[in-house]
C-alpha cells in the first residue's frame, strides 16, 4: 500500500506542522511617538496581519501610539499547505513622555527696557507657566524689569497621563541705564 494512502486507496492529507511568530514589538513606548514598524516573523515565511486592544493601533505593520497604558499587538499567520495556522501576543507599555519645550533665549537687558516677551514653543500641546527670581516679575507673557541684577525666568508645564511634568530656565542679566 503507498504511503499517505488508506486501505481503500485514497490520499491521506499531508500533516501540517505548527508554525511560530516572533513579533518584534517595542516596550516602553514613550507617548507621541511616531509610528514604528513590527518587525515580526512567521517560521513559516507566511504575511502576518495585525490586530490589537489597548492604548495603541495598528496601520498595517506599524504600531501607533494612543496613549499611556498598555497596548497588546496579536499577530495572525494564516496556514498554509505545509503550516498550521498561529497566533501571537506581546505587550506594549507606552509610557509618559517628557515634552521638549522650546524657550527662546533672552539676551541681557538695561533697567528701563520694555517688558521682555517670553516665547515658548513645544511639539505636544502644553499650557505653560512661568516664575522668575531676581529683580524681575513675570506678567502674563512678559517678564517686567524691575531692578539691576540677574534674572532667572523658568518655564513648567504640570504634566498629565501621557506627559511628564518639565521645566526649563533662562538667565540673563539687567544692567543699570549708562
Same mark, same amino acid.
Given at each position: 500500500?503507498? $504511503?499517505? /494512502?488508506?486501505?481503500?486507496?485514497?490520499?491521506?492529507?499531508?500533516?501540517? &506542522?505548527?508554525?511560530?511568530?516572533?513579533?518584534?514589538?517595542?516596550?516602553?513606548?514613550?507617548?507621541?511617538?511616531?509610528?514604528?514598524?513590527?518587525?515580526?516573523?512567521?517560521?513559516?515565511?507566511?504575511?502576518?496581519?495585525?490586530?490589537?486592544?489597548?492604548? +495603541?493601533?495598528?496601520?498595517?505593520?506599524?504600531? $501607533?501610539?494612543?496613549? *499611556?497604558?498598555? +497596548?497588546?499587538?496579536?499577530?495572525? /499567520?494564516?496556514?498554509?499547505?505545509?503550516?498550521?495556522?498561529?497566533?501571537?501576543?506581546?505587550?506594549?507599555?507606552?509610557?509618559?513622555?517628557?515634552?521638549?519645550?522650546?524657550? /527662546?533665549?533672552?539676551?541681557?537687558? *538695561?533697567?528701563?527696557? &520694555?517688558?521682555?516677551?517670553?516665547?515658548?514653543?513645544?511639539?505636544?500641546? $502644553? $499650557?505653560?507657566?512661568?516664575?522668575?527670581?531676581?529683580? +524681575?516679575?513675570?506678567?502674563?507673557?512678559?517678564?517686567?524689569?524691575?531692578?539691576?541684577? *540677574?534674572?532667572?525666568?523658568?518655564?513648567?508645564?504640570?504634566?498629565?497621563?501621557?506627559?511628564?511634568?518639565?521645566?526649563?530656565?533662562?538667565?540673563?542679566?539687567?544692567?543699570?541705564?549708562?
Amino acid at each position: 500500500m503507498a $504511503v499517505g /494512502a488508506d486501505r481503500a486507496g485514497a490520499q491521506s492529507p499531508p500533516v501540517r &506542522a505548527p508554525q511560530t511568530i516572533e513579533i518584534g514589538a517595542p516596550t516602553g513606548v514613550p507617548f507621541g511617538a511616531p509610528p514604528m514598524r513590527l518587525a515580526s516573523t512567521s517560521s513559516a515565511g507566511v504575511p502576518l496581519r495585525y490586530a490589537t486592544f489597548g492604548t +495603541c493601533s495598528v496601520a498595517g505593520s506599524a504600531l $501607533v501610539v494612543g496613549s *499611556t497604558g498598555v +497596548c497588546w499587538v496579536i499577530a495572525r /499567520a494564516p496556514g498554509n499547505t505545509t503550516h498550521l495556522p498561529a497566533t501571537a501576543w506581546a505587550r506594549v507599555r507606552i509610557v509618559q513622555a517628557a515634552p521638549r519645550i522650546w524657550f /527662546a533665549p533672552i539676551r541681557d537687558r *538695561t533697567l528701563g527696557d &520694555a517688558p521682555v516677551p517670553l516665547e515658548v514653543a513645544s511639539m505636544v500641546h $502644553v $499650557v505653560p507657566s512661568f516664575s522668575s527670581t531676581g529683580p +524681575c516679575t513675570v506678567v502674563g507673557s512678559s517678564v517686567r524689569l524691575d531692578g539691576v541684577g *540677574t534674572c532667572t525666568v523658568t518655564v513648567r508645564t504640570a504634566g498629565d497621563a501621557n506627559l511628564l511634568p518639565t521645566s526649563t530656565s533662562q538667565t540673563f542679566a539687567i544692567r543699570p541705564r549708562a
